[in-house]
């Protein structure tokens, strides 16, 4: 979530750290043990004294992990509830990245909240005209500081799941938090990039509808740096670092993989929410074109399936939607100067460095 204009992306604000270490200080939380695996120790009494007012950002997010892990076990033991662990996340993010546009992400997500039954928080999704809505039921009804800081971070992390996979930050239309406007003092909802309205029936938050047909632009090998600091770091990720080509290759990638075939240019213009010509103009600025993309594309999956399948030439030709298996053959000879049987012979069984050579992730 974006971070206010006085917070750089590499601080947050001292108070949280105070709020969560008092938070966890009532339910009779280790405060001595998460003060030293934060390393916040030295800064704690200086925090509370107005003498610090920011703290490193992976120092808070370690600090935020211990304290709100310890809420919500605890939340969990008192209302009969499944806990859900942070590992959990990571199985559900392999599952959506498997998917093309943010649109069958959300379902992936929504059926997996299904599947853990009524012991486990759900998310529900609406769609209003252009607004969709996540609202969260977290199965509690104790209006406490304790449970209001675990439905802020829940509501942040899924935020941000939805954010990254896409590679941009999704402006927010509308929060709603399910408690008094009193807790609006622990000064951490300031960390939402609008003002949330409290008070409401439901924890929720809303944003434009068209994200949804954002193509997925992640890969799985890209997980581990997510949670580096996630799901306990309430501010994005550098979205700007990615380009429009990359994000426009995902796509091709992730349609091609599903076996959806190449979007043609309207439906990838559509997906960035540009006209036909705006995308080529963008892309132009970045010494690309759809034509060079799209052969990227399908040079980067020829490479990854001839090295990691046993599919022949002439599926693996027409998975790329080329014509027949002679014309793969020329184009790959193009790229490699060997044709895709020797190429496969020297590169197979294969190695992921060999692949990481050619600038691949292999899946």
């Not at 009779?28 to 003060?35: E, N, Q, T, Y």
């Not at 938050?205 to 047909?213: D, T």
């Not at 990691?308 to 002679?326: K, N, P």
Request: charged share 20%.
């Amino acid at each position: 979530m974006r971070p206010p204009a006085s917070t750089s992306l590499r601080f947050v604000p001292a108070s949280g750290m105070v709020v969560l270490l008092d938070t966890l200080a009532e339910i009779g939380g280790d405060i001595r043990g998460v003060l030293k695996r934060s390393g916040l120790g030295l800064l704690e009494r200086a925090a509370r004294e107005g003498r610090a007012t920011l703290i490193p950002r992976a120092a808070f997010a370690q600090l935020a992990s211990d304290c709100v892990l310890a809420m919500h076990h605890e939340s969990c033991r008192k209302n009969g509830l499944q806990p859900f662990p942070v590992r959990n996340h990571r199985i559900l993010l392999l599952a959506m990245l498997g998917c093309s546009t943010l649109r069958q992400a959300v379902g992936i997500m929504t059926d997996f909240y299904a599947m853990l039954g009524e012991r486990s928080a759900q998310w529900t999704v609406t769609i209003d005209g252009n607004v969709v809505t996540f609202t969260l039921d977290r199965r509690t009804r104790e209006k406490s500081v304790a449970e209001f800081l675990i439905s802020l971070f829940s509501l942040a992390s899924y935020h941000r799941i939805l954010g990254w996979v896409i590679g941009e930050e999704m402006p927010l239309i509308d929060v709603t938090l399910a408690f008094p406007e009193t807790f609006a003092e622990t000064g951490l909802h300031d960390l939402f990039s609008i003002q949330p309205r409290f008070h409401q029936p439901q924890d929720s938050f809303s944003f434009a509808e068209r994200h949804l047909n954002w193509p997925i632009a992640r890969k799985p090998s890209e997980i581990d740096d997510l949670f580096a600091l996630f799901p306990f770091d309430l501010l994005p990720p550098d979205y700007g670092t990615e380009t429009l080509s990359s994000r426009v290759v995902s796509a091709m990638r992730a349609s091609l993989s599903m076996e959806e075939g190449i979007p043609d240019i309207q439906t990838i213009a559509q997906m960035f929410g540009f006209t036909p010509a705006t995308l080529r103009r963008r892309l132009a600025r970045e010494d690309s074109s759809l034509v060079a993309l799209r052969t990227q594309c399908r040079r980067e999956l020829a490479l990854t399936m001839l090295a990691g399948t046993d599919l022949t030439v002439r599926e693996i030709a027409s998975r790329l939607q080329y014509a027949d298996a002679a014309t793969f053959r020329r184009a790959f000879v193009g790229w490699t100067k060997m044709n895709p049987g020797d190429w496969r012979a020297q590169n197979a069984p294969t190695d992921t460095a060999v692949l990481q050579a050619e600038g691949i992730d292999f899946p």
